[in-house]
Antibody, heavy 119, light 109 residues
Framework: QITLKESGPTLVKPTQTLTLTCTFSGFSLSTHGVGVGWVRQPPGKALEWLALIYWNDDRRYSPSLKSRLSITKDTSKNQVVLTMTNLDPVDTATYYC???????????WGQGTLVTVSS | EIVLTQSPGTLSLSPGERATLSCRASQSVSISYLAWYQQKPGQAPRLLIYGASNRATGIPDRFSGSGSGTDFTLTISRLEPEDFAVYYCQHYLSSPGCSFGQGTKLEIK
């Protein structure tokens, strides 16, 4: 079955760079149509899509965060990495890794990882 | 970018009642690329409905979606205790990217 798991720091200082890794199983990111992405959720707030990378290395980013985001994949390791620069306390959120079989429709989610931005 | 507005913000109902949740788009959603997710406290969201009216795998038939254009509805025919959660709509297959509504909290009355 499809599983995804996020890993990375739980506490980051303002202005630092956040690197999150999604390790997945049950599918291949080299399969036509498949994508892996990231969605975040500040405490008590709504979901916000961040980025998505497809099987063909096509990458899409949230327009409001595009300048701060980078998403890459390592198909051999079954991993996707999200990098976010210049962190601010408003970036405090649970970050979810998601699987997409149809563009931007997220049918499987990781458990999420809470990242706190604080000095 | 399409903005999704969900209403009401909070809906208070009793088990066994019918729930109707609304999602309105700021412009027409092409070919009904509209999805609904359920999120329980401390859990990741779960896909319920895609294509406005198609239930995802394993979703009970008391959940149904409808609508087109700019107005969409999620209906839960008879509420079970496990249905009390927050529900989000999403517009997908969109350029430059997808968007979510702000959520409707369904709470026990």
């Amino acid at each position: 079955q499809i599983t995804l798991k996020e890993s990375g720091p739980t506490l980051v200082k303002p202005t630092q760079t956040l690197t999150l890794t999604c390790t997945f199983s049950g599918f291949s990111l080299s399969t036509h149509g498949v994508g892996v992405g990231w969605v975040r959720q500040p405490p008590g707030k709504a979901l916000e899509w961040l980025a998505l990378i497809y099987w063909n290395d096509d990458r899409r980013y949230s327009p409001s965060l595009k300048s701060r985001l980078s998403i890459t994949k390592d198909t051999s390791k079954n991993q996707v990495v999200l990098t976010m620069t210049n962190l601010d306390p408003v970036d405090t959120a649970t970050y979810y890794c998601v699987h997409s079989q149809l563009q931007q429709l997220f049918d499987f989610w990781g458990q999420g990882t809470l990242v706190t931005v604080s000095s | 970018e399409i903005v999704l507005t969900q209403s009401p913000g909070t809906l208070s109902l009793s088990p066994g009642e019918r729930a109707t949740l609304s999602c309105r788009a700021s412009q027409s959603v092409s070919i009904s690329y509209l999805a609904w997710y359920q999120q329980k406290p401390g859990q990741a969201p779960r896909l319920l409905i895609y294509g406005a009216s198609n239930r995802a795998t394993g979703i009970p038939d008391r959940f149904s979606g409808s609508g087109s254009g700019t107005d969409f509805t999620l209906t839960i025919s008879r509420l079970e205790p496990e249905d009390f959660a927050v529900y989000y709509c999403q517009h997908y297959l969109s350029s430059p990217g997808c968007s979510f509504g702000q959520g409707t909290k369904l709470e026990i009355k």
